[in-house]
Structures are given as C-alpha cells and as structure tokens.
C-alpha cells in the first residue's frame, strides 16, 4: 500500500512526531478501513470497538492508554471519519459514542481488496 500506515506519525512537533489528527478528512479513508478490519480481528461476527480503532492510530508507546487520551488522536474526529465512511456505505455499526461495535460491510472489503472505489 502507498500512502500512509498504521502507526506512521503524521508531524513533527519541536522535534516530537504525533498524529494530529484534528479533523475527520485528516484520516484517509483506506487507513481507516484498514484500522477497522485490524481492530476487529477475524471470524463471522467480529466487530471493532471504537477504543481500539482509536488506539490504532496511535504511536506504539500510547497504545495502552485509555482512548480518550491518546496524544493527536481525538475520539471525536475518529466517531467523525466513522460516521463519513458509513455515510457512504463502507462501514456500519453504532455511531452514538458508545463501543461502536463497528465492521466492515461488503463495499468496504471491496475498497480493501482494491476493487471498489472509497
């Protein structure tokens, strides 16, 4: 895959990489497919819980931290970019704040695979 990985950081801060992910078009779409179907493992009926989409995007280091602390990783902006990728069908599951319980649907596996269009 070209572009950015899982675990990339993003800027360089007084000479500290972070994410900074401020805004949910901040997350390409590809990488947060990717951070989805990584979070919910394999099987039937997985799904990926909202925390650890989140802590994906993290630096390794902050990965054990709660969610809603893991520096230049809002939950807000990720609830945000779920909320743009199920819009256009890629995703469902739960949106209100919660868990999450989110999954890939068939048209986001697609986008995945390399045979659809995000």
Same mark, same amino acid.
């Given at each position: 895959?070209?572009?950015?990985?899982?675990?990339?950081?993003?800027?360089?801060?007084?000479?500290?990489?972070?994410?900074?992910?401020?805004?949910?078009?901040?997350?390409?779409?590809?990488?947060?497919?990717?951070? #989805?179907?990584?979070? /919910?493992?394999?099987?039937?009926?997985? @799904?990926?819980? &909202?925390? $650890?989409?989140?802590?994906?995007?993290?630096?390794?280091?902050?990965?054990?931290?709660?969610?809603?602390?893991?520096?230049?990783?809002?939950?807000?902006?990720?609830?945000?970019?779920?909320?743009? #990728?199920?819009?256009? /069908?890629?995703?469902?599951?739960?949106? @209100?704040?919660? &868990?999450? $319980?989110?999954?890939?649907?068939?048209?986001?596996?697609?986008?995945?695979?390399?045979?659809?269009?995000?």
């Amino acid at each position: 895959m070209n572009g950015p990985r899982l675990g990339d950081p993003r800027h360089l801060d007084n000479g500290i990489w972070w994410f900074g992910y401020r805004h949910a078009r901040d997350i390409p779409d590809r990488l947060f497919l990717e951070a #989805v179907a990584a979070a /919910g493992g394999t099987g039937e009926f997985t @799904c990926a819980m &909202r925390s $650890d989409v989140t802590r994906l995007f993290a630096l390794p280091r902050d990965r054990d931290k709660p969610s809603h602390e893991i520096p230049g990783v809002p939950w807000k902006v990720v609830l945000a970019k779920f909320r743009r #990728v199920k819009g256009r /069908g890629l995703v469902d599951g739960c949106d @209100c704040g919660c &868990r999450g $319980d989110w999954y890939l649907t068939d048209k986001g596996w697609a986008v995945l695979a390399g045979e659809g269009d995000s």
